[in-house]
């Protein structure tokens, strides 16, 4: 029950609560604030940032495709 | 004696615009004049070399023959050049510093207070004429990394200055800036470049030739206000648009004369060679129709400047290289190797061909082995390069010698059966924490057992390859291997270090502790990764 309530308890679940909405926000339309599908270079930095915290997290939310074409 | 000329290249508004490429295409059309033309990439960075810089920061490590760990633009000057470069062709503030300290210390300034004008400047001269020498270039192209108006680039700017000053008829400036197309204007700006061309002025430098880069080509009005507001003639404005390849970079620049415009300029005769080869090539490119569908396995790692593809730029090209030396066009894939391990390596089957490149850490390699696992039981072509070569040791130990716990002991340093392990002398370094420069490094010679994969693909029974490593293969496990049907077909020529090793009874199963693909050009693929995308073509 302390566990439950200690502020470090509260403070991971909000962040892993925002950490997957904005993969979410990415997953669905490439990008967080334009919109638009990826295509430039700051999205791809986005989506790394994103792994980045993901994995020192632990958690692999990134859905990319399988294959992904390289240029 | 000749006089050497000088051509230094520097880059504007944005960095990541092709500068390197700009570069590279340039010492290719100089070349194909007739000329011996070298090439030098300045970075501004304190670090001695690139081998500790992590690949996220820096992008690929490119290793030439002599051994150093360099910046990835080599590799271009490399492929575009088609000659190996070595270490007075890169040049880094570290090395810069390193030297005038050293010889402040040792007295070698008999007592004279040691300063950045002209100590410092002196010495970046010292080593760009040096690399002249050293390569007996006729014509030295010097690339400064980064963008005009940094604080940290000033001095080598400063150094081009007193060159041109002292010897004005002998050097070149280059300028190679971004011209935008803002998509709600619809049009091409050319104010940036003005600015920039003003920064370089405010340190004394005018440039003679003015590179536009863009997505675009440059129409004739913005070269026309690029001429006027930058004080060079509308005829050394040179439109450099995105192109689908970047070997087609050259035939672009040529096209608008740039090789016999800086010829000129540089009182050097136009010579009759022309750039056919490369012509060819790009026929090649844009006439491939049938695909071949490689997949790189890797962990997918975060980028902070670069792309992922960046990390990989020469594993990248050499796949290409191949694929049009096979008549193919090339569709390359990233595989993320923690996806393989979630989802399993079966749909790989959809690709021609697997490639697993050099890597490090623990990360995603129970994916990277069971995509190994998946190629060598299913026929699929496979190339291991380096981490790639020692991953396809250590699957077959586990799953062909039933060494379920193998390991390498730069995953597990406490695996019962290290398959891969540290070289002795490597441990040494580290214990001293003697990192920079101290890998297995450059060019050593390899010796090839005659009948196999690997000696038809070379065609030789001795090969000089390009290292970059601390762990090998451990003998202790080799008998026991062989019996199961891996081939040590390529070892050291004392036999004590496993450098190939590839199946029987499998169309292509190869992994080099090597990085093969440092030697790989476009107008000379690389005979080992044309006959694995051979062996792709031919299972497709």
Known sequence: ?71 | MKKVKYIFVSGGVISGLGKGITTASLSAILKSKGYQVTAVKVDMYLNVDAGTIRPQEHGEVFVTDDGIETDQDLGHYERFLDISLTRANYITTGQVYQEVIRKERSFEYDGEDVEAIPHVTDEIIRRIKEAGEKTQAEIVIVEFGGTVGEYQNSLFFEASRIMKMRSPEDVLQVHVAYMPVPPNLGEMKTKPVQQSVRMLNSMGIQPDFIVGRSEYPMDERRKERIALFCNVFKEDVISNPDVPSIYEVPLVLSEQNMGEKILKKLGLGVGGKDLSPWKKLIKTVKTSKKEVKVAVVGKYFATGDFQLEDVYVSVIEALKHAAWANERKPKLYWVDSEKVEKEGPEKLAEVDAVVVPGGFGSRGIEGIIKAIKFARESDLPYLGLCYGMQLATVEFARHACGLSEANTTEVSPKTPHPVIHIMPEQEKLLVGKEYGGTMRLGVYPCKILKGTVVYNAYNQDKIKERHRHRYEFNNAYRSEMEVKGMVFSGTSLNDRLVEIVELKDHPFFVGTQFHPEFKSRPLRPHPLFVSFIKAAVIRK
């Open chain 1, 1 to 71: 029950m302390m566990t439950l309530l200690s502020p470090h308890f509260f403070a991971k679940q909000a962040l892993l609560l925002l950490l997957s909405y904005m993969r979410e926000c990415y997953n669905k339309k490439g990008s967080l604030s334009t919109g638009k599908k990826s295509g430039g270079n700051w999205n791809f930095s986005l989506d790394t940032e994103l792994v980045l915290i993901e994995n020192k997290l632990g958690l692999p939310l990134r859905k990319g495709a399988f294959f992904e074409e390289l240029p």
